[in-house]
């Protein structure tokens, strides 16, 4: 897990990315940060769309465009939501998070400065993978 400081870092850069948050059809604004293994931090927030199935996650976002950027390993990811509790990444941004870094953190929060710590192996401890060759991306 990274340190206090880095942890701060990534929740900022996470409430900071909930900002832009395109939630007119939910009002649930989420943002989301990775720390890649280079220490270099992507955020996203979640964008959703009238065919409510195009909607993107905050977490997958981030994942993404960090994975557009030329990153594949990820230490930590930091998700936030005005919840009553620190906000869990949903079930498919676990997964896909999976296929690059099955040993990253999460860091769960809330905007009342609630958090929760765990691993994704914890989160998702059966993550679905291909046989080889095809099953992986890490590296
Ligand atoms: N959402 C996220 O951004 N991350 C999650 O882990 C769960 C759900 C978004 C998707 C949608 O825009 C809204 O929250 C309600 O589901």
């Known amino acids: 897990m990274p340190d206090e400081s880095l942890r701060q870092q990534l929740l900022d850069a996470a409430r900071g990315a909930r900002e832009a948050a395109y939630a007119p059809y939910s009002n649930f604004k989420v943002g989301a940060a990775v720390l890649t293994a280079t220490g270099e931090i992507f955020t996203g927030c979640n964008v959703e ?75 998702l401890p059966l993550a679905f993978r291909l046989p080889s060759p095809e099953g992986g991306a890490a590296g």
């Not at 030329?70 to 939501?81: E, K, M, N, P, Q």
């Open 49 to 123: 769309n009238a065919s409510f199935g195009a909607t993107l996650c905050a977490e997958r976002v981030a994942i993404l465009t960090a994975v557009a950027a030329g990153h594949r390993g990820f230490t930590a990811l930091a998700v936030i939501a005005d919840t009553p509790e620190p906000v869990p990444p949903c079930g498919l941004c676990r997964q896909v998070l999976a296929e690059f870094s099955p040993d990253c953190r999460i860091i769960m929060a809330n905007l009342a400065g609630q958090r929760q710590l765990a691993t994704l192996k914890e989160l």
